[in-house]
């Protein structure tokens, strides 16, 4: 007889556990504070972070360890404290971050390794980084294995970083591993120390529960929130439990990692029952013939129990890989097999765990009044009555063991590689395979074989419902059956009539069946391909087989591994230490070991905590707030409307709370003050809010356009729904061009800032009516405005201070202003210190991204590729009032041009006002689309021009004025890839080698400036030979050629940037001991502007010491927080211009420093103590302060005028990115990038090459795996979450990652010859997109001549209009964006003679014509040659043609020749460019897997194989096909 809620029966009634070797007694009514709270909040271990709170990015991790009183071991582990309930802990212990080491103790070596090696930017990720890192090592140690790099980095798979881009963090795991003391590292924490380590009280409390005298029965019940923890010591007792009438509101908890799923926090009315207590459900039992894991066994220790079955890789080697793929380490760790099953069964969850088991055939122990055994397929089943949970819990998953012979497959495809759901997963267990006693090939064996994806089910909320459920037809259809062709294309098609995928997540059903089939190919191919090797070695006469067996070639699925690369940064040592130094970022360790305090730190403990109730309408009328329930939750203080708002109803410019009428999800319409934030939290969720209807809301951009929805734009003519740049006569130039796209549309993607840090102000009333403020913003002038007005105080009442922010990317700009205003209005109001830290989920929701936008674009251009006219017109999205987004505006207008001489241009914006959240500017806002738009650009000009995208970029590059060389100059250079040095004129790159200094260029905009300062050409030919791009583009070609699955692509890109300086101000003060605080108005957010400040200090201040050589020691100087009483009007830190404008403040201050201490330091002459003489003689003179302020100037004069305006100066850049995309998946690799940067002279090269990397990856997240969509009915922001919305993780930065600074190029108008590097990378990722579009483009002519049904759904890219009066009859006109192509390919008899001759003797062109009556290009035909050659001879059996070869060869004579001049006349070469071309594939960001693989079209591997083994069967084919056999 258990009681439902009874106190617990110990006689400390507390929950006991050990926090980095000091014991803790949690009050029982913590029992279900998660774990991170109760640490932040009631200990003073701070150091871990809360960042998502659903196990989706592990920043708070920490390392549990457990004694276990049987076999006297301990297992040590990490888990995610946010997910981790206090209830739980009882017995256990822990290290946190601090346990590891600390500035007191001792670093940790990986705390160390870390910094030293920059893997620390903003930092927020940091201690769980090392965390992670320091986990691998235990768990090496625990398994006498020694550490690589490559477990290392596995460790890092739940774990995110918003900053470093990985590299720097992955090498840290490089150099952990030859670290001398590696043994000792473990030693460090308290918990690694072996079984006897444990702490003492811990083990006599479980052994007191063991023997009896402590019951090991105990339940935590709080009075005060009414929450209960009960931990039953059997399965009766916990079904006892779970059965009482009166129980409703109790659930079963193990790992309790489902909420980080399904967002249902065992909350404030539910009574948990702790499974985890019963020891029988954590047992692993193997016997000879299965293996059995009671429910309680973490899907960890699954993979090591499958792991140490060691006789049979092949079966549970593919088990174990797929297993590890199941979201991050640390989830692994806490998630049970129990808890997977049941939300796969009730839920949907999209689990790997089940549809991995279901194909081995387990089985489910379910016990309810009686136990029995059930297999997992009727668990799973639809209709299964089986009633896990309340009725009855699941004890254990048996299954059984391999017998000899057998073999498994196992695959899954996902967003990311890592911490992803699967989008589609497929297991199979094969039996030994016999072999047909007669011709000698296999017979498929016993086959098991389960499927996962979405289901479709009209019941469920949007018709779809995950299932994993084997697929019997399919198995019917291979059992028995020879091994070949027929029987395997047999199998997919009726694996295609068993399934009933819905379309989900951006998956249509036709995809997720043609991945599923791709999936089963994959398991069955090798089977496949083995069987008819010994068929062929019966007769080794079938060539044809061998042909067939390279359809069969299928490369094992890509396997992510660690990210390696080299840095190439110029010495500069000499020029003025430590400026230009790679210098460790400062305090780096202090974030490694969590010592470092983030705004939240301020409010941790002692404070009151607010929490905003949000809009769940996007246009509505509020018809009422009633907050009776929310005040009834034990532990609810306040609510605030905005009648209670004493001053301006407005937060830098938006709305601060809702007053009647809410216009966007999302929206704050009030907030709730509580006395923790997980009350606050949920009691703003019971906060009933009646809304009434208010009109249509305006959710895309097509609405807008149609209302003319549109938001005035800063800048004249500001009274226009729009703004224009242009120049030149676009209108004639689209009419004289002799080729035009017209009307191409293409749509940019939006980005979320997922900052790790979310939007937290802590605020406190002082004495004197003094309201503090601590902030994460990136702007104290606007925080302490946006506070003052809404609390009707002058500003300097309101005083605003941050020290560090965890991740800005622009979202902090103002946005945190409205979460410091909810802290200040409660902390006046109630008197107290109140915080206010918005969640994950809800500051996505409260806050929009960077503008998407629509594009529609005309481009006239000759044969050769030059641009001569360009009409764009851009809508871009926005929320209901201009924020920060309207930086997305002005900074592409900036650099619309993008380094490209366009001689007649227009590009037209407009703003969309939308009920959306207002856009917040997001990393590189404007620039990064400028960037992506005019890559897209080119790329389309190279589909229908024929020529290699890499020569049309080149053809247009911006030119000198007057131009000083060629095009042919320019693509000689380009074919030798060497430069000729002229350092005089600052220009190195070819064809600038007799470019005066003071020559002129003009950009496309008019905008005029010094050649030198040209350094596009430098860096982009630079690049091309320091990455070998010629030769590598050769041999994708080769690897495409002998590749069917798999393609690859390889482009290169450049980026041109405003590089510009904002007013900043700083004051350094030198104290009498000689050291000196720096205080400025720049705020450091992992950029790594506090470490700049202090090196241009050293260097500026070195000045005074008589010889000049030696900076003044970094020891020295010390930077200050940054606050709005002495670093006002500062405006944001943004644009790429904080550290720059910083530090340029600081060397104004310091040179005033300089000059009145020099005499003092002359006077003592060169001697150890100089500085502190000149110091103290300054001091005493009464001749000057030892303080100045300094201040950075934003403008300069126009030259031969006093006007001034704007400082601005170019930052240029390229970039090289090699893709792979898996044809049956949509799985891409980016197996290479090189970047080439011109930085000036970096100021510090370590902190700058972890910016270039870190932008590029933040760019290659928004262009291959960050998806945002708003639901067009509701408005609401589908993905909202880590689980949905998904940032790059480790396993997607390219495999190789190489960053060049250019030489030799100090930038004239920089701080100290620096250039700015936040931003300008990012635009760089263009380069991935564009691999992306020719590997897309190669697939496709693959797939359309392997499948003569292919066709592709997607839009695609309006095709050119060639005015060319000879061919004016037969131009294809455009096709309609929304127009499907479809691709027929016409399989020829086998022995049919080569239909394609050469056109005339000695040209190498050769034409074939397509089903739609039209001849290919040139770059058409090549690629259809590329890619169906040989595989096309599969089915054509005809020579292959050297088409290809004679594209090649042209291409490389344009590179080679002296290019032709628009209107020189056509080159043989180009005669056919107004044929029909292929789709170009006009890939819209962002590429995620689902999208890629939707852009390769429909076709279908049954067919193709029916069609190859000349098998071809009526159902595979559709009636008009007349299908020839082989
Ligand atoms: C970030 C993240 C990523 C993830 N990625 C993946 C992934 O890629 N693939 C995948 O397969 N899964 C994934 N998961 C899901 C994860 O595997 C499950 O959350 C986990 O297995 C659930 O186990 P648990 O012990 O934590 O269950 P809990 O959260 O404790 O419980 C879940 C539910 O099951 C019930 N329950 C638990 N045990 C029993 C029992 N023995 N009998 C009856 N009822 C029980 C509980 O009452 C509750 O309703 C992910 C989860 C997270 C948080
Ligand atoms: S905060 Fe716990 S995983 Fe993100
Ligand atoms: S350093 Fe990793 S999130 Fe900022």
């Not at 690589?148 to 952990?176: E, M």
């Not at 009686?370 to 009727?378: D, H, K, N, P, T």
């Not at 289901?455 to 994993?468: I, L, N, T």
């Amino acid at each position: 007889m258990v009681a439902l809620r009874r106190e617990r029966s110990g006689p400390d009634g507390k929950i006991v556990f050990v926090v980095n070797g000091c014991e803790t007694c949690a009050d029982k009514e913590h029992s279900k504070l998660s774990l991170n709270e109760y640490l932040l909040n009631h200990t003073r271990w701070k150091g871990t972070k809360l960042s998502c709170g659903e196990g989706g990015c592990g920043a708070c991790a920490v390392h549990i360890t457990r004694w276990d009183p049987v076999t006297e071991r301990v297992s040590e582990t990490s888990i995610n404290s946010c997910l981790c309930p206090v209830g739980s802990l009882d017995g256990a212990a822990l290290t946190t971050i601090e346990g590891l080491g600390s500035s007191q103790q001792g670093f940790h070596p990986v705390q160390e390794q870390i910094a030293i090696n920059n893997g620390s930017q903003c930092g927020f990720c940091t201690p769980g980084m090392v965390m992670a890192i320091d986990a691998q090592l235990k768990r090496c140690a625990h398994a006498g294995q020694a550490p690589d790099v490559k477990i290392l980095q596995s460790g890092l798979d739940g774990n995110l970083c918003r900053c470093t881009g990985y590299r720097s963090i992955i090498d840290t795991c490089r150099a952990v591993t030859r670290c001398s003391d590696l043994e000792d590292l473990g030693s460090k924490a308290a918990c690694t120390k072996p079984a006897a380590a444990f702490p003492t009280v811990l083990k006599k409390r479980i052994q007191e529960r063991q023997n009896g005298s402590r019951p090991a029965s105990a339940s935590y019940r709080s009075k005060e929130h009414n929450q209960d923890w009960i931990c039953p010591h059997s399965v009766e007792d916990a079904l006892e439990l779970l059965q009482k009438p009166e129980t409703a509101g109790v659930r079963a908890v193990a790992g309790n990692t489902g909420p980080g799923v399904f967002k249902d926090w065992p909350g404030q009315d539910v009574t948990c029952i702790d499974l985890k207590a019963i020891p029988q459900l954590s047992t692993i039992r193997c016997s000879q013939s299965e293996l059995e894991w009671g429910a309680c066994v973490t899907l960890e220790e699954v993979i090591n129990s499958l792991k140490a079955q060691t006789d049979m890789p092949k079966f549970y080697g593919p088990m174990v890989a797929h297993l590890q793929r199941i979201a991050g380490t640390h989830i692994r760790a806490a998630a049970t097999v129990g808890g997977n099953v049941v939300l796969t069964q009730q839920r949907g969850l999209q689990s790997d765990f089940c549809t991995i088991m279901l194909a081995v055939g387990a089985e489910v122990s379910i016990q309810g009044k009686q136990q029995r055994w059930v297999s997992l397929e009727e668990v799973l089943l639809p209709d299964s009555t089986l009633d896990i949970g309340s009725s009855a819990i699941i004890t254990a998953v048996r299954m059984p063991l391999a017998k000899p012979g057998e073999t498994f497959a196992s695959f899954k495809v996902a967003a990311r590689y890592t911490n992803a759901h699967a989008i589609v997963n497929c297991s199979v267990r094969m039996g030994s395979a016999d072999q047909h006693p007669l011709q000698g090939v296999c017979l498929f064996p016993d086959m098991r074989i389960a499927l996962g994806y979405p289901h479709e089910d009209a019941s469920a909320p949007e018709g779809a419902f995950w299932r994993a459920q084997r697929a019997v037809a399919t198995e019917n259809a291979l059992n028995g059956m020879p091994a070949g062709m027929r029987a395997l294309s047999q199998a997919l098609s009726a694996l295609t009539s068993e399934m009933k995928p819905a379309a989900c997540d951006g998956t249509s059903a036709e995809g997720h069946l043609q991945v599923a089939e791709g999936l089963l190919f994959r398991a069955l191919s090798s089977l496949v391909q083995a069987s008819m090797m010994k068929s062929m070695a019966l007769d080794e006469g079938q060539a044809d087989l061998k042909r067939l067996q390279q359809l069969l070639d299928l490369p094992a699925q890509h396997v992510p591994i660690p990210c390696s690369g080299h840095q190439s940064i110029p010495d500069m040592s000499r020029l003025a230490p430590p400026v230009h130094l790679p210098i460790e970022k400062e305090r780096a360790r202090l974030q490694a070991s969590g010592e470092a305090k983030y705004t939240g730190n301020y409010g941790y403990g002692t404070s009151l905590h607010a929490y905003p109730v949000l809009s769940k309408r996007a246009l509505a009328t509020v018809e009422s707030i009633n907050a009776s329930a929310a005040l009834k939750v034990e532990g609810a203080v306040a609510f605030f409307t905005a009648k209670d708002i004493p001053g301006a109803n407005s937060a830098g410019g938006i709305p601060f709370l809702a007053d009647g009428k809410v216009e966007h999800y999302g929206q704050p319409i009030a907030f709730i003050v509580a006395t923790l934030p997980s009350i606050a939290e949920y009691a703003a969720s019971l906060v009933d809010v009646r809304y009434g209807d208010a009109g249509q809301p305006v959710l895309t951009i097509a609405q807008a356009r149609a209302a003319s929805s549109f938001l005035t734009l800063p800048g004249p003519p500001n009274d226009s729904p729009g703004a224009m740049v242009s120049n030149g006569n676009v209108e004639a130039a689209l009419e004289e061009a002799p080729l035009v796209i017209r009307n191409a549309k293409w749509h940019l993607p939006s980005q979320l800032h997922m900052y790790m840090e979310t939007p937290v102000a802590v605020a406190e009333m002082d004495e004197g009516g003094m309201l503090q403020v601590h902030a994460a913003i990136q702007s104290i002038d606007r925080c302490q405005s946006a506070v003052s007005r809404i609390m009707g105080l002058p500003y300097n009442r309101v005083h605003v201070v941050t020290r560090r922010l965890g991740g800005g990317f622009g979202g902090k700009l103002n946005s945190v202003s409205r979460v410091a205003g909810f802290a200040a209005m409660a902390a006046v109001r109630l008197g107290e210190r109140v915080s206010c830290a918005v969640s994950r989920d809800d500051d996505l929701r409260m806050h929009a991204g960077r503008c998407a936008a629509d594009m529609e674009y005309s481009v006239g251009f000759t044969r050769d590729g030059v641009i001569t006219g360009l009409d764009v017109a851009v809508y871009m999205e926005n929320g209901i009032v201009m924020d920060s987004g309207f930086v997305d505006f002005i900074a592409w207008q900036g650099c619309a041009d993008q380094g490209f001489h366009l001689p007649n241009v227009r590009f037209d914006f407009k703003m969309c006002r939308m009920n959306l959240p207002p856009h917040q500017a997001v990393r590189g806002p404007g620039s990064f689309q400028a960037a992506v738009a005019m890559q897209h650009i080119m790329d389309h000009v190279a589909a229908v021009s024929g020529l290699d995208p890499c020569l049309v970029r080149e053809r247009n590059f911006l030119r000198p004025s007057p131009p000083p060389f060629s095009l042919g100059l320019l693509a000689a250079a380009a074919s030798n890839g060497q430069s000729q040095s002229n350092s005089h004129a600052g220009n190195t790159e070819p064809g600038f080698a007799t470019t005066p200094a003071d020559w002129k260029m003009t950009n496309a905009f008019g905008r005029c400036f010094l050649a030198k300062e040209y350094t596009q050409l430098r860096c982009w030919h630079g690049l091309k030979k320091s990455c070998s791009f010629v030769e590598r583009q050769n041999k994708v070609k080769e690897f495409n050629k002998s590749n069917i699955w798999q393609k690859r692509g390889i482009a290169m890109t450049n980026c041109r940037f405003d590089g510009s300086v904002m007013p900043k101000t700083a004051l350094v003060t030198i104290y009498e001991d000689g050291s000196v605080l720096l205080s400025h108005g720049g705020l450091e957010m992992g950029q790594g502007l506090s470490t700049k400040v202090l090196q241009v200090a050293a260097y500026e201040l070195g000045k005074v010491l008589p010889d000049h050589q030696k900076p003044l020691p970094l020891s020295l100087f010390q930077t200050n927080d940054t606050a709005s009483d002495s670093q006002a009007n500062n405006g944001v830190t943004a644009g790429s211009t904080g550290s720059e404008s910083t530090c340029e403040a600081i060397l104004r201050a310091c040179e005033q420093l300089r000059d009145r201490l020099k005499p003092y330091a002359e006077e003592r002459g060169s001697t150890e103590d100089t500085w502190r003489a000149a110091v103290s003689g300054l001091k005493f003179s009464g001749t000057g302060a030892l303080a100045a302020i300094g201040f950075s100037d934003s403008k300069t004069c126009e030259e031969g005028s006093s006007k001034r305006v704007p400082m601005k100066y170019n930052v240029f850049g390229a970039a090289c990115t090699e893709v792979e995309v898996d044809l049956l998946t949509g799985e891409k690799t980016l197996l290479r990038s090189d970047i080439l940067y011109d930085c000036g002279n970096s100021l510090n090269p370590a902190v700058d090459v972890g910016q270039v990397e870190g932008a590029f990856v933040m760019g290659l997240g928004v262009l291959g795996t960050e998806q945002v969509d708003y639901d067009n009915k509701t408005g609401k922001l589908i993905q909202d979450s880590t689980w949905t919305y998904k940032i790059p993780s480790a396993t997607c930065v390219p495999q190789q990652l190489n960053v060049a600074f250019l030489e030799d190029s100090p930038n004239p108008l920089g701080v100290l010859s620096s250039k700015c590097v936040g931003e300008p990378p990012l635009m760089l990722s263009a380069s991935c997109l564009s691999a992306l579009e020719l590997t897309v483009e190669a697939g496709r002519q693959q797939l359309a001549a392997l499948d003569p049904q292919y066709s592709i759904s997607r839009p695609v890219a309006p095709q050119a209009l060639d005015k060319s009066p000879a061919h004016e009859h037969c131009h294809p006109g455009l096709l309609s964006a929304e127009q499907p192509l479809t691709i027929r390919t016409k399989p020829r008899r086998a022995t049919s003679s080569p239909t394609r001759s050469p056109k005339k003797a000695g040209s190498p062109r050769r034409h074939s014509p397509s089903k739609l009556g039209k001849e290919n290009s040139p770059r058409t035909q090549a690629l259809l040659e590329m890619d169906s050659s040989p595989h096309a001879s599969l089915f054509h059996r005809e020579p292959r043609t050297t088409a290809y070869e004679a594209a090649l060869q042209e291409s490389r004579a344009a590179h080679a020749e002296s290019p032709k001049i628009a209107g020189q006349g056509t080159s043989e070469g180009l005669e056919t460019l107004h044929k029909p071309l292929p789709a170009f594939a006009s890939l819209e960001a962002p590429m995620t897997t689902a999208r890629l693989k939707a852009s390769l079209g429909n076709f279908s591997i049954a067919r193709i194989l029916a069609r190859a083994s000349g098998l071809g069967y009526a159902s595979a084919l559709d009636n008009e096909s007349s299908f020839e056999l082989l």
